[in-house]
């Protein structure tokens, strides 16, 4: 089970968003003919076929990210099963899924929940990318199209919004240390 993850995620890492987008397009839409045509339904008037058209540019923006975070997490669980708190748990009878869940996870998530916070920042760069080859209406679509157009209002209005939702991303990320290891304070 190792070595799949293990492939999947230097497959999935290797790719970019905007190859693995195009692949999917070839592939899974045109020649097999899955999920409805490319374009865009809005999700207020036909929320089954809006969910259909979203699956494709929603797995090829998150490939990358999941197999980054699938990365982060084995070497992060590789690290901490040697420590020797580890072994003293184990010696106790605990089961081996409770010294990996409990005690292994725990201690391995904050370098798992840094990298996510850091990937919610790449996501808006994906979506970019993305939105365009999907032709989906989005913020990143129109970044595209103000930039074309020398519309500094708007390039400014986006950035904006984008670095208020990075920043709402790193003060829960900050957050979240404080809960999952009761040592960090903030003064």
């Given at each position: 089970m190792d070595h799949?993850?293990?492939?999947?995620?230097?497959?999935?890492?290797?790719?970019?968003?905007?190859?693995f987008a195009v692949l999917i397009?070839?592939?899974?839409?045109?020649m097999f003919g899955w999920l409805p045509p490319l374009g865009y339904a809005e999700l207020w008037n036909d929320p089954g076929t809006n969910l259909?058209?979203?699956?494709?540019?929603?797995?090829?923006?998150?490939?990358?990210?999941?197999?980054f975070i699938a990365r982060v997490t084995r070497s992060s669980m590789m690290e901490i099963l040697r420590e020797d708190y580890m072994r003293t748990a184990r010696s106790k009878g605990l089961s081996e899924k409770t010294v990996v869940i409990r005690h292994g996870l725990k201690n391995a998530s904050l370098p798992?929940?840094?990298?996510?916070?850091?990937?919610?920042?790449?996501?808006?760069?994906?979506?970019?990318?993305?939105?365009?080859?999907?032709?989906?209406?989005?913020?990143?679509?129109?970044?595209?199209?103000a930039v074309f157009q020398f519309d500094f209002p708007m390039i400014q209005a986006v950035?904006?919004?984008?670095?208020?939702?990075?920043?709402?991303?790193?003060?829960?990320?900050?957050?979240?240390?404080?809960w999952l290891d009761p040592r960090i304070r903030y003064n």
């Open positions: 799949v993850a293990r492939v999947f995620s230097l497959v999935g890492v290797s790719i970019p968003n905007f190859l397009i070839l592939f899974l839409v045109r259909k058209q979203m699956a494709f540019p929603a797995l090829a923006l998150a490939l990358y990210d999941m197999a798992i929940l840094t990298m996510t916070g850091w990937q919610f920042g790449r996501l808006f760069e994906g979506a970019v990318i993305i939105e365009t080859i999907f032709l989906i209406p989005g913020m990143g679509r129109i970044l595209i199209e950035i904006v919004i984008i670095g208020v939702g990075i920043l709402t991303i790193n003060l829960c990320v900050d957050l979240l240390y404080g």
